[in-house]
Nanobody
Framework: QVQLVESGGGLVQPGGSLRLSCAAS????????MGWYRQAPGKQRELVAAITSGGSTNYEDSAKGRFTISRDNAKNTVYLQMTSLKPEDTAAYYC?????????WGPGTQVTVSS
């Protein structure tokens, strides 16, 4: 089992920045993918960005150019640097871990973009 704990959410004004962190603990060996998803009220959860254990990344279209996902394998931590935030980025953000036979979710952290 892999346990995930997110941090770094909060209230930010449009155009502002936030950095989310997700610390993983447990059986984190081998090839895996860690990602950030978000879910706004009344909407489905969607992938924002993901990064493999080898460092390959992919982004949802609206995140490209504004968000950067990174990971520190020594600390078992993945980050999401978010810049130029927009009100439509408001959502609960969830960290996700996937490996062969294992999928884990964090409890989520709220990001609210509002003036």
């Amino acid at each position: 089992q892999v346990q995930l704990v997110e941090s770094g959410g909060g209230l930010v004004q449009p155009g502002g920045s936030l950095r989310l962190s997700c610390a993983a603990s447990g059986s984190i060996l081998g090839i895996n993918v860690m990602g950030w998803y978000r879910q706004a009220p009344g909407k489905q959860r969607e992938l924002v960005a993901a990064i493999t254990s080898g460092g390959s990344t992919n982004y949802e279209d609206s995140a490209k150019g504004r968000f950067t996902i990174s990971r520190d394998n020594a600390k078992n931590t993945v980050y999401l640097q978010m810049t130029s935030l927009k009100p439509e980025d408001t959502a609960a953000y969830y960290c996700n871990f996937r490996a062969a036979g294992v999928t884990s979710w964090g409890p989520g952290t709220q990001v609210t973009v509002s003036s």
